[in-house]
């Protein structure tokens, strides 16, 4: 059983940064694909970024592209999320997600909120 622990959310004014981190418990190998999604209230949760473990370079929606930055650390089963530029649009509730083989794992998530 894998669980996953995002931590790093907060306010923060536009223009600002933050790093959102996910930390993966459990022990797992093979092919897994760690993802940031996020969420508002009444809208359904989207994807934001996505990273392998296989070298392949990282995918991001265009709402975030040159503004977020997401990266894995393989050894310690951390993914970061590095967000730039923010904007009040982009305040939501950020959830990290793991496709492991065939399963597949949602953590509790971690909000941000991004003040005008």
């Known amino acids: 059983q894998v669980q996953l622990v995002e931590s790093g959310g907060g306010l923060v004014q536009s223009g600002g940064s933050l790093r959102l981190s996910c930390a993966a418990s459990g022990s797992f190998s093979g092919p897994s694909v760690m993802a940031w999604y996020r969420q508002t209230p009444g809208k359904q949760r989207i994807l934001v970024a996505a990273?392998?473990?296989?070298?392949?370079?990282?995918t991001y929606k265009d709402f975030v592209q040159g503004r977020f930055t997401i990266t894995r650390d393989n050894d310690k089963n951390i993914v970061y999320l590095q967000m730039d530029s923010l904007k009040p649009e982009d305040t939501a509730v950020y959830y990290c997600?793991?496709?492991?083989?065939?399963?597949?794992?949602w953590g509790k998530g971690t909000l941000v909120t991004v003040s005008s």
């Open positions: 997600h793991a496709a492991i083989r065939t399963e597949t794992y």
């Open positions: 990273i392998g473990n296989n070298g392949s370079p990282p």
